[in-house]
């Protein structure tokens, strides 16, 4: 089945504890992309990826990172979280300049 | 920067009526797609289309694009309590150099009560 796959779904930590969430799609997708999602503000772009290799800093990038080593895998990691990276995280993919498929979401704690 | 702005915030109607919602955003595009969420979960996509394109339709979802006025609206006629989620156009901006880079507006929340 094509997906989009984020985990963990749930997670709470506190402040300044590095974590990573895992993005894993299996539809050979050249295009994979973190948002945000706050209420009031929508969806906001973190980071994207072009290819392998290949990546760039959305609307929001600070206090994030990515990493594209393989096709099929987008990492979000945060360094130092802090409380308002409190967040609904979401994981999309696409062929350029095509829909894209989102990921079921991970809800992020920060303490 | 938000391109899209989703208009009405938040739609209530009965089961059976039309719902509209409108989008409009601030400078040119490619496409302008429609997303639908159900509550906190993935956004799924619905219809895109094109700069060139005025209208589509796709089951009871009607689109359309006016560039001129750089709006959209979304249509979903004989609605049902099942079309009860957020909708969410998203531009892909002709600026960003066929980056594929999507910016999302803060979305319609549509209630259909049975």
């Known amino acids: 089945e094509a997906q989009v796959t984020q985990n963990p779904r749930y997670l709470i930590t506190v402040t300044g504890k590095k974590l990573t969430v895992t993005c894993s799609q299996n539809?050979?997708?050249?295009?994979m992309s973190w948002y945000r999602q706050d209420p009031g503000l929508g969806l906001r772009q973190i980071y994207y990826?072009?290819?392998?290799?290949?990546?760039d800093k959305g609307d929001v990038p600070e206090g994030y990172k990515v990493s594209r080593k393989e096709k099929r895998n987008f990492p979000l990691i945060l360094e130092s979280p802090s409380p308002n990276q409190t967040s609904l995280y979401f994981c999309?993919?696409?062929?350029?300049?095509?829909?894209?498929?989102f990921g079921n979401g991970t809800r992020l704690t920060v303490t | 920067s938000q391109q899209g702005e989703e208009d009405p915030q938040a739609l209530s109607i009965q089961e059976g009526e039309n719902a509209t919602m409108n989008c409009s955003y601030k400078?040119?595009?490619?496409?302008l797609q429609w997303y639908r969420q159900n509550s906190g979960r993935g956004l799924v996509h619905l219809i895109l289309?094109?700069?060139?394109?005025r209208e589509k339709h796709s089951g009871r979802l009607r689109v359309t694009l006016d560039t001129s006025k750089k709006s959209s609206s979304l249509l979903i006629t004989a609605s049902r309590a099942a079309d009860t989620a957020s909708y969410f156009c998203?531009?892909?901006?002709?600026?960003?150099?066929?980056?594929?880079?999507?910016?999302f507006g803060q979305g319609t929340t549509l209630q259909v009560k049975p």
């Open positions: 998203a531009t892909d901006a002709q600026a960003s150099g066929n980056t594929g880079k999507l910016i």
């Open positions: 289309i094109r700069s060139n394109e």
């Open positions: 400078t040119s595009i490619n496409n």
């Open positions: 539809m050979n997708h050249e295009y």
């Open positions: 999309a993919s696409s062929y350029h300049n095509s829909p894209l498929h």
């Open positions: 990826s072009m290819n392998v290799e290949v990546t």
